[in-house]
């Protein structure tokens, strides 16, 4: 079974960063793409960044140039640096992967204050 474990997220002031970590489980890690989503309350679930098997990347156009996403294949684990947070950035933030079945993880809230 695949299990997808959000952590980092906490309260930060605007102008801070964060980094989010995403640990997989029950899955062959390195052939499959990972991306971080977030929802915000009352807001639809989004794409935050994504990364391929073989590092590609792809971002939403809100975080260009201040997230950054990665991925260890040796630890089965996908980051998101997050830099220069503003507070429209807080949202429960999703780790997922598709493997021919989506799956999520819990999620890790990020809020960013003002």
């Known amino acids: 079974q695949v299990q997808l474990v959000e952590s980092g997220g906490g309260l930060v002031q605007a102008g801070g960063s964060l980094r989010l970590s995403c640990a997989a489980s029950?899955?062959?890690?390195?052939?499959?793409?990972m991306g971080w989503y977030r929802q915000a309350p009352g807001k639809q679930r989004e794409l935050v960044a994504r990364?391929?098997?073989?590092?590609?990347?792809n971002y939403a156009d809100s975080v260009k140039g201040r997230f950054t996403i990665s991925r260890d294949n040796a630890k089965n684990t996908v980051y998101l640096q997050m830099n220069s947070l503003k507070p429209e950035d807080t949202a429960v933030y999703y780790c997922?992967?598709?493997?021919?079945?989506?799956?999520w993880g819990k999620g890790t809230l990020v809020t960013v204050s003002s």
């Open positions: 990364i391929t098997n073989d590092g590609s990347t």
């Open positions: 997922h992967t598709y493997t021919g079945v989506n799956y």
């Open positions: 029950g899955m062959i890690f390195s052939i499959n793409a």
